[in-house]
C-alpha cells in the first residue's frame, strides 16, 4: 500500500497521543483517582480521538511504528478507562455480545493452530488404535474396557449423582482449560503437551468404542455438551499459543512489554469460556448420560455448535488490540 499520511497530519495528531500518555502516566503513577473530573473527561475524549487515529494510521503501511505506538496507548487508556466500570450481569453480557467475538476473531490463527493439533493427533491416536488395538491400554484403564466389553457406557453412574458430577465435571472442566492456558507460560509448550494429549486421548476412545460398535452411544453423549466444552478446550489452546508467542517473538516490543501485551490478550480471549464450560457442566452432568433419545441430543448439540460458530464469527466492528 503506497504511502497515504504526511508528515504535517502526523505532527498535528501527535500532540494528542503525548498528551493521552501523559494522562497515562500520571494515572500510573498516582492513581486514577488523583485524575481531576476535566482530566478524566479529556482522557475519555482523547481516547476516541486516538482510536479513529489508529484507524487511519493502520491503512498506511509506512506509519506501522506509528500504528503500534497509538495502539499500545490505545490498550493502556481501555485498560485505565473500562477497569473501573462495575461489573454487573449487564456488562458481562454486553462484553460476550459485543466485545468477546471481535477477541476471537483478532486470534483466529492461534484457535487454526490449536485445532490442527488436536485433530491431527486424534487422528493419530485413531489410527494406530486401529492397526494396533492393545495401543488403547496405555489411555484406557481396565474399568473402562471391561465396561465396553459388556456394550454399556461407563457413563451411565453419572445419573444417580447428577447434581454432585455436574461440580465436579465444571471443576475439572474450567481446570482442564485453564491449564491449556497456562501451559502458554513455557513458551507454549506446554500447551502443545495438553492438546496432543486430550486429542490423542479423544482419537483412542472414539477407535475404541469403534472397535466394540459403540461410537453411536458415544457420541451421543459427547455431542450435547462437547459442542460446547471441545470449543473452549480448543479456544484455551489458542490463549496459550498467544502466550507462548509473545514470549518466543517480542517483535518490534521489548520482552517484557510483548508478554504484557499477550498476556492480556490471552486472558480475555480465555475468559469468554467460563459461561460455555458452566454450560457444557450441566449438560454432561444432567443431559448427556440420559436415557434421552439420540436424535434428541445430536440435535442439542448441532444447535448449540451453530450458535456457538453464529456468536463467534458474528460480523464486529475492528478495535484495537488490547495490550
Known amino acids: 500500500m503506497a504511502q497515504i499520511l504526511s508528515n504535517q497530519w502526523i505532527l498535528k495528531r501527535r500532540p494528542h497521543w503525548d498528551r493521552l500518555s501523559s494522562l497515562l502516566a500520571q494515572s ?22 486516538v482510536a479513529a487515529d489508529l484507524s487511519v494510521l493502520r491503512q498506511d503501511s509506512t506509519a506501522r511504528t506509528y500504528a503500534a505506538h497509538v495502539n499500545q496507548l490505545l490498550a ?18 454486553r462484553f460476550l455480545r459485543d466485545e468477546y467475538p471481535a477477541i476471537f476473531q483478532r486470534q483466529i490463527g492461534y484457535v487454526a493452530a490449536s485445532v490442527m493439533i488436536s485433530v491431527a493427533w486424534g487422528l493419530l491416536g485413531a489410527a494406530v488404535t486401529n492397526a494396533r488395538p492393545e495401543f488403547m ?34 471443576t475439572n ?52 455438551h462437547g459442542s460446547l466444552e471441545l470449543p473452549s478446550i480448543l479456544i484455551a489452546g489458542a490463549a496459550g499459543f498467544r502466550l507462548g508467542h509473545a514470549m518466543l517473538f517480542p517483535g518490534a516490543l521489548r520482552w517484557k512489554e510483548s508478554v504484557a501485551r499477550g498476556g492480556i490478550e490471552a486472558t480475555r480471549l480465555v475468559s469468554g469460556i467460563i459461561p460455555l464450560l458452566v454450560i457444557a457442566g450441566c449438560l454432561e452432568g444432567f443431559f448427556s448420560p440420559s436415557q434421552a433419545p439420540v436424535w434428541l441430543k445430536f440435535t442439542v448439540g448441532g444447535l448449540l455448535f451453530s450458535l456457538l460458530l453464529l456468536w463467534l464469527f458474528r460480523p464486529v466492528k475492528a478495535a484495537p488490540a488490547q495490550a
Not at 190 to 197: A, K
Request: some cysteine; proline content about 2%; hydrophobic content about 50%.
Open 28 to 49: 500510573d503513577l498516582s492513581g486514577l483517582g488523583q485524575l481531576s473530573r476535566a482530566e478524566l473527561r479529556e482522557m475519555a475524549l482523547l481516547y476516541r480521538q
Open 137 to 170: 491400554r496405555h489411555f484406557v484403564g481396565p474399568a473402562m474396557i471391561d465396561t465396553m466389553e459388556r456394550h454399556q457406557m461407563w457413563t451411565q453412574s453419572i445419573v444417580s449423582v447428577a447434581p454432585m458430577a455436574t461440580s465436579a465435571i465444571m
Open 76 to 93: 493502556r487508556a481501555h485498560h485505565i478507562i473500562y477497569s473501573g466500570r462495575k461489573t454487573n450481569l449487564l456488562t458481562l453480557f
Open 173 to 224: 472442566n474450567l481446570s482442564v482449560s485453564f491449564v491449556t492456558f497456562a501451559g502458554g507460560i513455557v513458551f507454549g509448550l506446554g500447551t502443545f503437551f495438553i492438546l496432543l494429549e486430550n486429542g490423542m486421548m479423544l482419537g483412542v476412545i472414539a477407535a475404541a468404542c469403534h472397535q466394540y460398535g459403540m461410537s453411536i452411544a458415544l457420541w451421543s453423549f459427547v455431542a450435547p
